[in-house]
């Protein structure tokens, strides 16, 4: 609901926005059927831009850890380091950990210790519809190439996100074609003048396909609108196409 008043506000503006191109190489290991660490893996361009904006390349490598409470909610802890190169010679650094909750609405099904390896211990939807809502806090640390100061931030984001299969009964089953989409709010904390105000909007949708236990694939199209400091008018700042490998043990 939140998702769909900001993109109805009035106060949404019209910009130049960029293009990107993004990859996305996710490894997970289910160490338990409770207990899962992953590391992804993100390279990123923009290579489309305007009105003297800086083309980059970016990469980010994150790992997480994910812990499953119960069925319907995992406890999760990460770290994501991002190295990005401007042409404008004003290269970056940032350190992100978070920490949150990732909430399953519908519920899912957790396999019994005796199930075995791999995919005896993927968690599997309870109904066809999957839904999930992720809730997490961050803090950002920003390192500039230049004399600049180090820049910090803390901000809360909320990211709702659904997939419903075309062609088989659930996505966990092999051969899926499934629909795929999330909306993700950002709420900046520590600023007086911007505390409880969204200060972006990310919205992915597109298709996915499960191979196997082993190995999904996903194309997504990604909107991204930033509020402007000076005017407070949401407008849209990046499209980009995001290829995704997800690679499970």
Not at 98 to 123: N, Y
Not at 172 to 177: H, S
């Amino acid at each position: 609901m939140g998702l769909l008043c900001a993109l109805g506000c009035p106060r949404v503006g019209l910009a130049q926005a960029t293009g990107q191109l993004w990859g996305d190489l996710t490894i997970d290991w289910l160490t338990t059927e409770r207990l899962t660490y992953e590391v992804e893996l993100q390279p990123q361009t923009q290579r489309i831009v305007h009105d003297g904006q800086p083309t980059f390349i970016a990469f980010d490598a994150t790992p997480r850890a994910e812990y499953t409470v119960a069925k319907w909610i995992d406890v999760v802890g990460e770290a994501e380091i991002g190295r990005t190169i401007q042409s404008n010679d004003v290269d970056t650094t940032t350190v992100t950990p978070r920490v949150g909750a990732e909430l399953h609405i519908l519920s899912r099904i957790l396999q019994p210790r005796s199930a075995g390896r791999g995919a005896g211990r993927e968690k599997l939807p309870l109904r066809r519809l999957v839904a999930s809502t992720l809730l997490r806090l961050e803090n950002e640390s920003t390192f500039f190439s230049t004399d600049a100061s180090t820049k910090s931030s803390w901000q809360l984001r909320d990211r709702f996100g659904v997939t419903y299969p075309l062609n088989r009964p659930k996505t966990t089953v092999d051969g899926a074609i499934y629909l795929a989409s999330d909306g993700e709010l950002f709420f900046p904390m520590g600023d007086a003048s911007n505390d409880g105000l969204v200060n972006q909007v990310r919205v992915r949708t597109g298709f996915g396909y499960r191979r196997s236990f082993a190995w999904r694939f996903e194309t997504l199209y990604v909107w991204i609108a930033k509020r402007d400091e000076q005017s407070g008018v949401l407008s849209v700042q990046h499209h980009a196409l995001d290829i995704r490998a997800r690679r499970e043990f």
